[in-house]
Every structure is written in C-alpha cells, then in structure tokens.
C-alpha cells in the first residue's frame, strides 16, 4: 500500500440512468476537478470498472449546451457496460497496471479502469441518428470525447467513483 501524502485523485458521479435502455449518464460534477483531482487519496471509494464489447449506441437523446466541443462531445457512448467495485482507498494503488488488475479480480477477464476519455461520439449523433446499425455503418466517423458519457450499467448513485485520466496528474497512481 503507498501513502499518498496529501495527494487528490480524480473522482466521478452517477448523473442519470435511462431504465429504457439501461444505461447510466456518468463523469464530473462541480466537484469534480479533472486537472489537480478533488479528493483524498486516502478516502475509501468504488473504482469505475469498464468492458467495451463495442456495443452500438442506442438513441438516446443528446441535450444539453455547447462548450468548447458540440454536445455530443459531453455525452459520448462508451460502446460497453461499466460497474463498480468495493469501496477502495485510491492510494492503494501504485499504477493504472494495479488498477486495472483490481477490476480483472472484481469482475473477470476484459474489464479495466473506466477513463475519462472513453467516451466515443460522432458529430450530429442525436436520438435515431447515429444509433444501433447506423452507429455501427458510421464507425469510420466516431471520435473520443470526454468528461461525461453513457454506458450500458446500473451503478450506484450514492457515492463518488474513483476513475482515470491518461493526460492529467489528477489520478490517486501513476500511469
């Protein structure tokens, strides 16, 4: 076990579930802080688990406003399903290596670290567009996104989730 020394780690929130397609809306919040993290290392937290089996997005609807990037952009598909394990201090882990071990343990071989830019979308998808087989025919056109996205899961809404970020010094480990 490392000590993390004061150190913050990145943390991230259930926003929605969408029961009619069984995916949950998860990433930042205002407490989230993506650049120097927003949480104790030493807090016990789920970790964010992800297996992508690039599965096709289903059409839900992209709201929201534009910021630097189109909506779409905030609100990506992550092409698999997402889970979470024990609660679990961040400064337990030395690496990503170790993290992603942790979620092969918890939940068997494919699953690894939810990122923050697992998000996939494809500019103008909305509700039918860019949706089951269309998302599929488009896959040439899909791009990575960032801070929010949409997963096939039903994760808990009542705590914070440890996740990675692969270009920011905001994780509890090292790359």
Request: proline fraction near 3%; charge should be negative.
């Amino acid at each position: 076990m490392s000590a993390s020394d004061g150190k913050l780690g990145m943390t991230w929130v259930k926003l929605n579930h969408l029961a009619s397609f069984g995916i949950d809306f998860i990433g930042t919040d205002v407490s989230s802080n993506a650049y120097t993290g927003d949480t104790s290392c030493d807090v016990k937290l789920p970790v964010i688990c992800a297996k992508f089996d690039q599965s096709p997005r289903p059409p839900y609807i992209v709201t929201g406003v534009e910021a630097a990037m189109t909506a779409a952009f905030y609100q990506g598909w992550n092409e698999g399903h997402i889970t979470t394990t024990v609660p679990v201090a961040g400064s337990t882990f030395e690496s990503l290596a170790k993290v992603d071990a942790f979620c092969v343990k918890s939940f068997g071989k494919g699953w690894r670290t939810a990122e923050f830019h697992d998000s996939k979308y494809i500019s103008g998808m909305n509700n039918d567009i860019y949706a089951g087989a269309s998302w599929t025919a488009a896959a040439s056109q899909i791009a990575s996104g960032g801070w929010h996205y949409y997963s096939y899961g039903n994760i808990r809404n009542d705590t914070r989730f440890w996740v990675h970020i692969n270009d920011q010094p905001s994780t509890c480990w090292g790359q």
